[in-house]
């Protein structure tokens, strides 16, 4: 299983920006599936998830701003960001939690998607 995070970049505060996530191989359906983002400096956390029944799961500073979803025929899970602000720049990440901690994941990590926010 591969993942491959698109649609990042650089956005003013109070923007918004849409992130894209293909992932390879047929169980997708079947799989949790996270966003996950790394600021300079700071470890890895998890921003939002979504369960293989749709259920949502937002990290603190993302609620009422990020919303994830998935599109199980294209293989895709989506993190629709809104109300940027400048603490929200890090390296964006999708990956499969594994079902005992939402902070370990089961796949190798992708490239991931850089989003900026500044002025």
């Known amino acids: 299983v591969q993942m491959v995070e698109s649609g990042g970049g650089l956005v003013q505060p109070g923007g918004s920006l849409r992130l894209s996530c293909v992932v390879s191989?047929?169980?997708?359906?079947?799989?949790?599936m996270g966003w996950y983002r790394q600021a300079p400096g700071k470890q890895r956390e998890m921003v939002a998830k979504?369960?293989?029944?749709?259920?949502?799961k937002y990290e603190e500073s993302a609620k009422d701003r990020f919303t994830i979803s998935r599109d199980n025929a294209k293989n895709t899970v989506y993190l629709q960001m809104n109300s940027l602000k400048p603490e929200d720049t890090a390296v964006y990440y999708c990956n499969e939690p594994t079902s005992y901690s939402d902070a370990m994941v089961r796949r190798a990590w992708g490239q991931g998607t850089q989003v900026t926010v500044t002025v």
């Open positions: 191989g047929s169980s997708f359906r079947r799989m949790d």
């Open positions: 979504i369960t293989s029944d749709g259920t949502e």
